[in-house]
T-cell receptor
Framework: KAGVTQTPRYLIKTRGQQVTLSCSPI?????VSWYQQTPGQGLQFLFE???????NKGNFPGRFSGRQFSNSRSEMNVSTLELGDSALYLC??????????????FGPGTRLTVL | SQQGEEDPQALSIQEGENATMNCSYK?????LQWYRQNSGRGLVHLIL?????REKHSGRLRVTLDTSKKSSSLLITASRAADTASYFC??????????FGTGTRLKVLA
């Protein structure tokens, strides 16, 4: 099976712009989670989707949003970018329908730099 | 604040030695997982231990869980240079949300 894929791998934006990141989970996985990783804050949970529904979200401002499509692919969007949004954004997929108890499979991440 | 805090933050050992890292968390969990991350790349799942388990082994890895102390430890035996990475614990509280610890940076010297 192909692993979790994330596009693009690297992105450079300027303050005030918006960005959309994409994640394709492993075939058959219907749960997708997003994380932000920075040196200062570590790995922070952004949100989790299952069957196009957001089931949980972390403590991030409304500028961070996401969605999931019927084929389980997910996108996250950050509007009005700030310098502090520079981070590695990681996507992870898990087996369908389960509230935890299974390993997450991570993609390679998207490295976002905001200038 | 983050659920998991890991200790030590950084660890440097010689090849062949054992490496132990600890994770503490704050609330009740369904399970706890350990992940490895190489140099700012994606995370790789290592092992999962459920709340009703006390110890689990996988190859050179040994994980313990003490729910009364809300802590877990990861032991890597006979370490290799290829084990150099950051290690994270992640707790699952059953709310479709995993909370990651701060991580331990392990360096294994050849």
């Amino acid at each position: 099976k192909a692993g979790v894929t994330q596009t693009p791998r690297y992105l450079i934006k300027t303050r005030g712009q918006q960005v959309t990141l994409s994640c394709s989970p492993i075939s058959g996985h219907r749960s997708v989670s997003w994380y932000q990783q920075t040196p200062g804050q570590g790995l922070q949970f952004l949100f989790e989707y299952f069957s196009e529904t957001q089931r949980n979200k972390g403590n991030f401002p409304g500028r961070f949003s996401g969605r999931q499509f019927s084929n389980s692919r997910s996108e996250m969007n950050v509007s009005t970018l700030e310098l502090g949004d520079s981070a590695l954004y990681l996507c992870a997929s898990t087996l369908p329908g389960l509230a935890g108890g299974y390993e997450q499979f991570f993609g390679p991440g998207t490295r976002l730099t905001v200038l | 604040s983050q659920q998991g805090e890991e200790d030590p933050q950084a660890l440097s050992i010689q090849e062949g030695e054992n490496a132990t890292m600890n994770c503490s968390y704050k609330t009740s969990i369904n399970n706890l997982q350990w992940y490895r991350q190489n140099s700012g790349r994606g995370l790789v799942h290592l092992i999962l231990i459920r709340s009703n388990e006390r110890e689990k082994h996988s190859g050179r890895l040994r994980v313990t869980l003490d729910t009364s102390k809300k802590s877990s430890s990861l032991l890597i035996t006979a370490s290799r240079a290829a084990d150099t990475a950051s290690y994270f614990c992640a707790t699952d509280t059953g709310t479709y949300k995993y909370i990651f610890g701060t991580g331990t940076r392990l360096k294994v010297l050849a």
